[in-house]
């Protein structure tokens, strides 16, 4: 910008009032750049070069192993078993949240946020204290050969803690903005309450509720602290993923250990994909269509296919 | 189908919305609730709908208890304030909703189906929309879209809240005739809530005039527009001009006007106030026996079919003026004139809210 050779008199060419100096620009872009590269790039690289260390023959034959094997099964079980609940109880919540006035409305969303307040491994304490040999209901379990803590139930229980606000916090101010009123229309249409959800509420959130169940299942397979307390780390039995990892890693093996860990970042990497994706599919807070009048065409072909005789 | 609503009352938590509101409507009518915003005119609406449960009271339709009836068993057609468009579904899925959601043995075929979508569209002159997404529609498109689904499920009674509020003054307008003119094909029973007084007078062939939760007037439009119940609808449905006076046995005075006033109190005088519409009032450049009071002119609007004049009284009131242009270009009113106004007719409402009017017609 040639800011010094225009006179006073004459209206300067100005830049607009929001926009930085180029040499601020390139500061701010390097510093973010740095940060970025220097905590998440790094990491990144680090994890897979120490994976690959020996050669893909040993990366295999550590993922291989039974007790890695174990531990995969065991993630991918948990997260099953955790996501569809989470999704049943996130939609319930947000549902109730968004749609309806009663009474402790703003007690229920403390209760949602909480997990978030709440240190993990205090989760997983709290499970030990309710369900361990010595805790609540302990002895009544052992009684009924019942066990949860340093069992699959444990690991199940302290996952679903902490994942549980995932689903809600990301339906609920969705669901707000968007009101009752469609739902209102459909009721008067004849629409009754089954009908009105799959047909109206539904297809308005899925992206919203795709982008909860992506950060809950991501969060479920990396979660630590919690399980860790309650898990027992008995070897093929109740280690999870992050849990392999650590005994790995204690045990010096660390082709092992980043083996495993490479996996959990391809899952993060995979997750980030799939929501930026999604993000984009939703096109911002609106409906994809909204930004793209294509689709019009592509449904009536649709049309026409399905009811020409 | 007619719809009977009996001392209605409904609260939302300290607010009252509706006192002990009771109303007719005949089948085939076009009834417009009219009035400010929170006085109650959705809230009825809604009622009317099965959308909210009033408190006490009940509503008939053709006779029947409608409380037996849940929303979705009322068969009536609602148009939302804001549409309320199912935006991930195309014009023609947003149509076809009431027939879809149909239990299977009432539901038309597919084929039926389609055939009274293109039928409603042709109606409300869309079929070249069927396809495209709410979000890409106009608002007076969208408005349409939102009578044509409404009509789908052929419903006996048509509900519009404010069904034209959102859109600019001229496609109201053009709406505003449209819907009238598809009232008179259809027929169906229609309750239509309005802020807009214009709109209310031209499209309904009966204005409710509603404020803070009750009914102030129900008639057709000239009876609520010539023959105001009192203060409120009067003020509501055009601009009024105040004016303080006495009176005194059967006499009224306002300024130097004397009129004849039946109600005088006996003894004493009694405070009174006397509303005129613009429109009844006339400008001389002389004074005389008729003469409300004295004025500059401040202010001439000309650029209208209705020209409006500003007055500045001398004790600083200002008073609003219409007249038709030719009279307008005949007189010659120009800003600073010095003017005298004379009222055609002042109408003055006894103290008491409900009092009735009484219209003191100024010997000529």
């Known amino acids: 910008m040639s800011d010094a050779v225009a006179p006073a008199s004459l209206p300067t060419v100005a830049r607009p009032a929001l926009v930085e100096p180029a040499a601020v620009r390139g500061v701010l872009i390097a510093v973010a750049l740095a940060f970025m590269g220097l905590f998440l790039v790094c990491p990144l690289v680090v994890v897979f070069a120490q994976a690959l260390e020996r050669g893909v023959g040993a990366y295999w034959a550590a993922l291989r192993d039974p007790d890695a094997r174990a531990a995969i099964r065991l993630t991918l079980l948990t997260a099953a078993i955790v996501v569809p609940l989470n999704a049943v109880f996130g939609l319930a919540a947000a549902w109730a949240i968004a749609k309806f006035e009663f009474r402790g409305k703003s007690l229920l969303l403390t209760l949602i946020d909480l997990p978030f307040a709440i240190s993990p491994v205090i989760a997983g304490l709290i499970y030990v204290l309710l369900f361990g040999r010595r805790g609540w209901w302990g002895p009544w379990l052992d009684a009924h050969g019942i066990r949860i803590i340093f069992a699959v139930p444990g690991i199940v229980l302290a996952t679903l803690f902490v994942t549980c606000p995932l689903v809600a916090r990301e339906l609920i101010p969705l669901m707000q903005a968007q009101g009752r009123e469609e739902e209102e229309a459909a009721a008067v249409l004849g629409a009754r309450g089954w009908q009105t959800f799959f047909r109206v509420t539904l297809p308005n959130i899925r992206w919203g509720l795709v982008n909860g169940l992506i950060l809950c299942n991501a969060r479920a397979m990396g979660e630590f602290g919690a399980v860790s307390v309650v898990s027992g780390h008995i070897r093929g039995l109740t280690n999870t993923m992050t849990l392999h990892v650590e005994v790995l890693y204690n045990e010096y093996n660390f082709v092992g250990a980043f083996a495993v860990a490479s996996l959990l970042a391809l899952l993060s990497l995979v997750t980030l994909a799939v929501k930026s994706l999604v993000e984009w599919k939703a096109g911002g807070p609106h409906d994809h269509r909204r930004m793209r009048p294509v689709a019009a065409g592509t449904s009536r072909a649709r049309w026409a296919g399905a009811h020409e005789p | ?364």
């Not at chain 2, 039926?112 to 979000?135: F, G, H, K, S, T």
């Open chain 2, 1 to 364: 189908m007619s719809i009977e609503v009996r001392n209605v009352t409904k609260t939302f938590g300290s607010f009252t919305a509706l006192r002990d509101v009771s109303l007719h409507v005949d089948t085939g009518e076009l009834v417009a609730l009219l009035g400010p915003s929170g006085s109650g005119k959705t809230t009825l609406l809604r009622i009317l709908a099965g959308l909210e449960v009033p408190d006490c009271g009940s509503i008939f339709f053709y006779g029947e208890d409608a409380a037996t009836r849940r929303v979705q068993d009322r068969r009536v057609g609602f148009v939302f304030q804001h549409y309320a468009l199912f935006r991930h579904m195309t014009v023609f899925e947003n149509v076809a909703f009431g027939l879809r959601v149909m239990p299977r043995r009432v539901r038309p075929s597919r084929r039926e189906i389609r055939a009274r979508v293109q039928r409603l569209l042709e109606l409300v002159q869309l079929e070249w929309l069927a396809d495209r997404y709410p979000a890409q529609l106009s608002g007076g498109q969208r408005q349409r879209v939102a009578l044509a689904r409404a009509l789908a499920v052929e419903p006996k009674v048509l509900l519009l809240d404010e069904p034209f509020g959102a859109l600019d003054a001229k496609v109201r307008q053009e709406l505003r005739q449209w819907l009238r003119r598809l009232h008179n094909e259809i027929h169906v029973t229609g309750v239509l809530v309005t802020h807009d007084q214009e709109e209310a007078l031209e499209v309904a062939d009966r204005v409710v005039v509603m404020n803070a939760g009750r009914i102030e007037q129900t008639g057709t439009p000239e009876e609520v527009f010539h023959r105001p119940a009192n203060e409120f609808v009067l003020n509501f449905l055009g601009r009024v001009n105040v004016f303080h006076g006495r009176a005194e046995g059967s006499k009224a005075f306002f300024g130097t006007l004397a009129m004849d006033y039946p109600d005088g109190p006996a003894t004493g005088s009694l405070e009174l106030r006397g509303f005129v519409r613009p429109h009844d009032l006339d400008l001389d450049t002389v004074s005389g026996d008729d003469t409300l009071l004295e004025g500059t002119i401040v202010r001439v609007h000309a650029a209208a079919p209705q020209v409006k004049i500003e007055v500045l009284s001398t004790a600083g009131e200002t008073i609003h003026v219409e007249m038709s242009q030719e009279r307008y270009r005949a007189a010659g009113w120009r800003r600073g004139q010095r003017v005298y106004v004379r009222p055609r007719e002042i109408r003055v409402f006894a103290n008491d809210r409900h009092g009735g009017g009484a219209v003191c017609t100024v010997p000529r």
